[in-house]
């Protein structure tokens, strides 16, 4: 059988704000929400600590009320974010942490120690700050690679692909809206069989929400 591989769709994104301190609790909440969406729970605390460096760096030296955009996208398997402000002489500089104040003051060394690379783009009125955070990921639209996960993403491939093959198709990548429906299908079937056996539908689905829960904690 011809190796298939369901394709987590994760569409760069863009958005603008006001560089206020008030608005990191937001900027951060968007961030949890995308990075869970795009099944990157695991990046979440270090992706909102670089965005809290780069949105506070254009706070402290360019100035509160500046009008910057965040964009996040995949490249390859990293996490990049782009902070990008209209003062192309206020460069950030790298300065060593220190022990004292809160985590905002810690300037571009927490994003030197937490990111794989990061660097500056000048532009004729704007620069743009950036930073990239390996994933764990093989490719952009890649899953993690956990035991679990793996051996769903055989299973799930196997029914999919013995569908498509029957329907005449030859696709071997899968989306997971697909994905999804295969595993309600899946979970359906492995309840009637419970069920048909004299076992308990909803004991076993309390039982392995909880292994889940304790496997993503």
């Known amino acids: ?6 394709k987590v769709p994760r569409k760069p994104w863009h958005l603008p704000f006001l560089a206020e301190p ?7 909440n968007v961030m ?3 990075l869970g969406v795009w099944g990157l729970p695991h990046m979440i605390d ?3 600590l ?3 460096e780069l949105v506070t760096n254009v706070i402290t030296h360019v100035g509160r009320g500046t009008p910057t955009t965040l964009a996040v996208s995949m490249r390859g398997g990293s996490l990049r974010l782009e902070v990008t402000d209209p003062d ?3 460069l950030p500089t790298l300065l060593a942490a220190t022990t004292e104040g809160d985590e905002s003051g810690r300037g571009m060394a927490l ?6 690379r990061w660097g500056v783009v000048l532009r004729a009125e704007s620069k743009v700050t950036w930073c990239e955070l390996a994933t764990g990921l093989s490719s952009a639209d890649g899953h993690v690679a956990e035991p679990g996960v793996d051996t769903a993403e055989a299973l799930l491939s196997l029914y999919c692909y013995l569908d498509h093959h029957a329907a005449g198709g030859d696709a071997t990548s899968f989306s997971v809206a697909l994905a999804e429906q295969t595993a309600i299908q899946i979970v359906a ?3 009637d069989w419970l069920r048909a056996h004299g076992c308990d539908p909803s004991d076993t689905l309390d039982q392995a929400l909880t292994r889940c829960e304790v496997a993503a904690s």
């Open 111 to 116: 994003v030197d120690a937490v990111a794989t």
């Open 22 to 28: 008030e608005e990191l609790r937001g900027l951060r």
């Open 46 to 48: 270090a992706a909102q």
């Open 1 to 6: 059988m011809t190796e298939c591989r369901f």
């Open 189 to 191: 079937d492995l309840l």
């Open 88 to 90: 192309a002489r206020a």
């Open 50 to 52: 670089c965005l809290t």
């Open 32 to 34: 949890r929400l995308h």
